[in-house]
């Protein structure tokens, strides 16, 4: 299990797209310098500090290309890592280990990159109430894996997809004919257990969605001191969530309002790969 999810339902036929993605029919390299089946290992290597995550995906790479392949480390996702530290051996036939090296790695360093870099603005809202949220603006193909690396670096997931959750936006709104009644509508037809949040960008529409009743209210791309006004005007009455040009160097200003959650797509589109490799692979005796 990985975040919740099942391994062979949700996880395994990503990773198989990926590895089709880079084996149409073989690997002529590995295939010509390696002909029989040979065990080996491998260390992988951390190349710079940060927060490790996916290492069960990393792992289960090499297993759906050999099924005798066994990941060993005493470190687990969520974990501080540093440069130069061993994070583990990988051992299997060599074909695999080096079929798989690239795919592996690239869900390794994305999903540690992610949670390294949510880590950050995680530290600045140390604190504070406010609770650092994720988006949907993840890589098609990678949401899982994305989301459960916001998580492994101390990040809330938001909903996962358009059927995990009522959130009404600009265009929404627009097509419905205005705040209340999208809200409205979307009570009249989402399960009653479902709460409501809408997207607001002014004050005026902000007194429509009080006095529709949301549950959630997002302040979008709003200044500081118009945040602080819609803050005093929602006066508890519903959850607050901030979002647009959500930067690191606004999180503390947006926290010291007091609003329950701010959303970043940044955590997730903008952060950097974390720097690991796969280094002294060599054949081992069986």
């Known amino acids: 299990m990985i975040n919740g999810v099942n391994f062979r339902i949700n996880i395994d036929d990503y990773i198989i797209a990926a590895l089709k993605e880079d084996i149409t029919s073989e690997d002529v390299s590995t295939n010509a310098i390696m002909p029989e089946d040979q065990a080996g290992k491998a260390d992988l290597i951390c190349k710079q500090d940060g927060i490790i995550c996916g290492l069960k995906v990393f792992e289960r790479v090499f297993y759906l290309l050999d099924d005798k392949s066994r990941f060993e480390t005493e470190v687990k996702d969520g974990d501080f890592v540093k440069k130069g530290q061993l994070i583990g051996v990988i051992y299997g036939d060599i074909k695999a280990l080096l079929s798989g090296e690239r795919t592996a790695l690239n869900y390794l360093q994305r999903m540690s990159g992610i949670a390294t870099y949510t880590n950050k603005y995680v530290e600045v809202l140390k604190g504070s109430k406010t609770k650092l949220l994720d988006t949907r603006k993840t890589t098609p193909g990678m949401r899982v894996f994305e989301k459960y690396a916001v998580k492994c670096g101390g990040g809330t997931n938001h909903r996962y997809n358009l059927s995990d959750g009522v959130l009404l936006k600009d265009n929404h709104i627009s097509s419905a004919g205005g705040v209340k009644k999208a809200i409205e509508m979307a009570r009249d037809y989402a399960p009653f257990v479902r709460k409501i949040e809408i997207e607001v960008e002014t004050l005026d529409q902000l007194k429509e969605a ?74 081992i005796a069986e």
Do not use: C
């Open 210 to 283: 009080l006095e529709a009743k949301a549950d959630i209210i997002m302040l979008d791309n709003m200044d500081l001191d118009t945040m602080k006004t819609a803050v005093a005007m929602i006066d508890g009455r519903a959850e607050v969530e901030v979002s647009g040009n959500v930067t690191e160097d606004r999180l503390r200003d947006i926290a010291s309002i007091g609003v329950d959650y701010v959303s970043s797509g940044a955590i997730t589109y903008s952060a950097p790969i974390m720097d690991l490799s796969l280094k002294n692979m060599v054949k």
